[in-house]
Structure formats: C-alpha cells, structure tokens
T-cell receptor, first 112, second 118 residues
Framework: AQSVTQLGSHVSVSEGALVLLRCNYSSSVPPYLFWYVQYPNQGLQLLLK??????LVKGINGFEAEFKKSETSFHLTKPSAHMSDAAEYFC??????????FGTGTRLTIIP | AAGVIQSPRHLIKEKRETATLKCYPIPRHDTVYWYQQGPGQDPQFLISFYEKMQSDKGSIPDRFSAQQFSDYHSELNMSSLELGDSALYFC?????????????????FGPGTRLTVL
C-alpha cells in the first residue's frame, strides 16, 4: 500500500538548534516528494521538492531534504532554527497518479 | 509572481444550504486540484481537472460537484451542507505541459477558503 508517515506530530527545538522533521513513505513506484509549510490561518507554501536527479535538494528559508531510497525517507532539515520557522510542516508524495497524498503534519515550535 | 486565487476567503453557511467556491489558477496552468483540510487534519484530495475535463477523483461526496471552465478557473459546488463539511478548502494548480508529465508537476496552492457550516 502507498502511504506517507510523519513521525512526531509535535517537535520543539531551541532557537539556533538543528531542525529535523521526519518523513517516510511506502511506494511500489518511484515517488515524487514534496515538503509544504503552513503558517497559522494561511495556505500551503512549497518548501522544496524531489522528482529526479540529485537526492539532496535545497529549498527556501534554509531548509533542505535528502531522498534516501534505501530508507524510503525524505527528512527535512535546517541547521539553525529561527523563530519564524514555527509552523505546520507537511510531507507530501505523488505516487505517479497526479494527486498528492499528505502526511499528518508536524507542528514545529521554536523555543526562545 | 501571480499566485492561485481563491474566493471567497471565508464563508459561513447554514446546514442544508449550498456553497460555491471559486479558484483561479496561475496563468498558463491548465490543471486544477481541490483539497479539503478538516480541523487539525492533513489535506485530503477531492478532485482534479485537466483541460476542462475531470482527471482524477478522490474522496469527494456525491453532494459536491466541480468543473473547470474555458478560462481554466474552477468552481466547487457544495449542496446540502452538513456540519462536517466545515473545513479549509484548498485549490492548487500546476503546469502539466501535457498528459505525459501530468504526475510530476509541482502543485501550487492557493490561500484556501474557510467554510463554516452552522
């Protein structure tokens, strides 16, 4: 079965600390992977995506993610958290059938 | 850069009423997607259109219908509204460049329409 799993519905990190948000998927076909961010009462903004090519992708706001096929993972990282990073983060996968399947989201809290 | 436009941004309806949500895709994007995000939930795919034809269908209730017009804007029509329909409805668009690339294009989301059913 095709699925997307985000480990940790809530993650808290101190300002300046490493941010790591986990995303794993299960797929029988090569997936196309995305991270979206949602600020309170706002829409979904694309952070980064992986379709083909280099497995380490860089996105906006200093975020990056690495596609690891052997681990079926696409974890999102940022070396140094900023207060403005506080938001809900969604991993999304296109399993080759056009629509996006979203993970359940991770709420990131930044501790001053 | 132009983004996806959705209207209205907020909508309050009574049970059993009807609602129409509109979506204007990014210029030159010919594919539109609709998603529903319930309170505290992840977005769920409802339906999509490519070149004015329905291209995929998800968990969309029979009470809902949608279409894409010749100018590529789309409307989601919701009838016999229920309390459980209260949610944030997102529209997304993508530049498919033809059917063969349909599944790989990035979807760009609008700000959403928050529907409250009382």
């Amino acid at each position: 079965a095709q699925s997307v799993t985000q480990l940790g519905s809530h993650v808290s990190v101190s300002e300046g600390a490493l941010v790591l948000l986990r995303c794993n998927y299960s797929s029988s076909v090569p997936p196309y992977l995305f991270w979206y961010v949602q600020y309170p009462n706002q829409g979904l903004q694309l952070l980064l995506k992986y379709t083909t090519g280099a497995t380490l992708v860089k996105g906006i706001n200093g975020f990056e993610a690495e596609f690891k096929k052997s681990e079926t993972s696409f974890h999102l990282t940022k070396p140094s958290a900023h207060m403005s990073d506080a938001a809900e983060y969604f991993c999304a996968v296109n399993f080759g059938n056009e629509k996006l399947t979203f993970g359940t989201g991770t709420r990131l809290t930044i501790i001053p | 850069a132009a983004g996806v436009i959705q209207s209205p941004r907020h909508l309050i309806k009574e049970k059993r009423e009807t609602a129409t949500l509109k979506c204007y895709p990014i210029p030159r994007h010919d594919t539109v997607y609709w998603y529903q995000q319930g309170p505290g939930q992840d977005p769920q795919f409802l339906i999509s259109f490519y070149e004015k034809m329905q291209s995929d269908k998800g968990s969309i209730p029979d009470r809902f219908s949608a279409q894409q017009f010749s100018d590529y804007h789309s409307e989601l029509n919701m009838s016999s509204l229920e309390l459980g329909d209260s949610a944030l409805y997102f529209c997304a668009s993508s530049p498919t460049g033809g059917l063969l690339s349909l599944s790989t294009d990035t979807q760009y989301f609008g700000p959403g329409t928050r529907l409250t059913v009382l």
